[in-house]
């Protein structure tokens, strides 16, 4: 199966997580299953992999037994859920401005999938291929994303504006579905076709914006392109620790670090040394001051310590942490103590 790579912002996630929280399911403890800690899903500014918000969805999708969770996902979209694109698309003049900024700025939101406009003499087509290759999540994903557009530009126009036409390649749902899809977006909806999209009429793209605010726009415009400078030029070596601290107590190969950066093992390893450091170095790291982290904030055992960064064998993690720090596991804690009481 195909690895599902690059990442995303903790804010795309809220809609799911809303949802899932809507049907009781344990939140953080299936976040945690999936490599996302309770720090990464609480805050807007961070970003988590790809694979861990694919494996996150899967989760919520099979345990809450909804067949349409990325369609129902929806109706909890807010400026939030699209990061500062969500911000800059409000303050817009009119709805054809918001559309155009998503191509611009949608990778702050996430790589789960790129958009496309184009002109069809009455309108535009928005159209969106998804990048996860789950199957099933892919589904949802795609539902969830047009749903969503369209539920916003609702609420940033505060019109009951539907879109020309509704374009999805899944297959037609059962009829109590298809109901379902015709109450949220309004239009003929067409299963079964050649691309996911939404065609908007130039009257509807004409609709002015009730927060439309030039100056806001220009300053939350800057900010996005700092930030999409920031992303591009991201430090690998920092990319590298966040993807393991991620996976572990599982110890990722180069290989498969570098298949979720989107790049190959020779690639991640020729970057590495050009910023003179090397995987090992990294992974040991990442390990160590999870550790220092673990026998400094928590009653956790040496053992317990030892398999949450990933050594089965005690005795080698005692041995590696000597290693690092010149003390053992045990004196380290001490010391740690000794400090906080003087």
């Known amino acids: 199966?195909?690895?599902?790579?690059?990442?995303?912002?903790?804010?795309?996630l809220s809609q799911f997580v809303k949802l899932a929280e809507h049907y009781g399911l344990p939140v953080q403890l299936l976040a945690n299953q999936a490599g996302i800690s309770a720090s990464q899903l609480s805050s807007t500014g961070t970003r988590v992999s790809l694979a861990a918000m694919e494996k996150l969805l899967s989760q919520f999708i099979e345990m809450s037994s909804d067949p349409l969770f990325g369609l129902h996902a929806a109706q909890f979209v807010q400026p939030g859920s699209y990061h500062v694109l969500g911000y800059i698309a409000m303050n817009c003049a009119t709805l054809a401005e918001a559309v155009d900024r998503i191509q611009r700025?949608?990778?702050?939101?996430?790589?789960?999938?790129?958009?496309?406009?184009?002109?069809?003499?009455?309108?535009?087509?928005?159209?969106?291929?998804?990048?996860?290759?789950?199957?099933?999540?892919?589904?949802?994903?795609?539902?969830?994303?047009?749903?969503?557009?369209v539920n916003y530009g609702r609420w940033i126009t505060d019109k009951k504006e539907s879109p020309?036409?509704?374009?999805?390649?899944?297959s037609a749902p059962n009829l109590s579905s298809q109901a379902e899809y015709q109450q949220i977006f309004q239009?003929?909806?067409?299963?079964q076709a050649s691309q996911n999209a939404v065609w908007i009429s130039h009257e509807h793209l004409k609709v002015p914006l009730r927060q439309a605010d030039?100056?806001?726009?220009?300053?939350?415009?800057?900010?996005?392109?700092?930030?999409?400078?920031?992303?591009?030029?991201?430090?690998?070596?920092q990319q590298v620790s966040a993807n393991i601290q991620q996976m572990m107590p599982n110890i990722p190969k180069p290989a498969e670090v570098a298949a979720l950066l989107g790049i190959s093992a020779r690639t991640l390893q020729r970057r590495l040394q050009q910023q003179n450091t090397h995987?090992?170095?990294?992974?040991?790291?990442?390990r160590l001051a999870t550790a220092k982290q673990i026998l400094t904030n928590t009653q956790s055992t040496i053992e317990q310590t030892a398999h949450a960064i990933g050594f089965?064998?005690?005795?080698?993690?005692?041995?590696?942490?000597?290693?690092?720090?010149?003390?053992?596991?045990?004196?380290?804690?001490?010391?740690?103590?000794e400090k906080i009481e003087s």
């Open 105 to 149: 700025y949608e990778a702050l939101v996430g790589d789960m999938g790129r958009s496309q406009l184009q002109s069809n003499g009455k309108g535009v087509i928005l159209s969106w291929q998804c990048q996860f290759t789950d199957p099933l999540v892919h589904q949802h994903m795609v539902d969830h994303c047009l749903a969503s557009w």
């Open 1 to 12: 199966m195909t690895t599902t790579t690059g990442s995303t912002s903790t804010a795309a």
């Open 164 to 170: 020309q036409k509704i374009e999805l390649t899944r």
């Open 312 to 337: 089965h064998d005690v005795r080698s993690f005692r041995r590696r942490f000597k290693q690092w720090t010149g003390l053992s596991p045990n004196e380290y804690r001490g010391s740690i103590g």
């Open 214 to 237: 030039p100056g806001l726009l220009h300053t939350l415009e800057q900010h996005a392109n700092q930030l999409i400078t920031q992303l591009n030029n991201q430090d690998i070596s």
């Open 187 to 191: 239009c003929p909806i067409i299963f």
């Open 279 to 286: 995987y090992q170095a990294l992974l040991d790291q990442v």
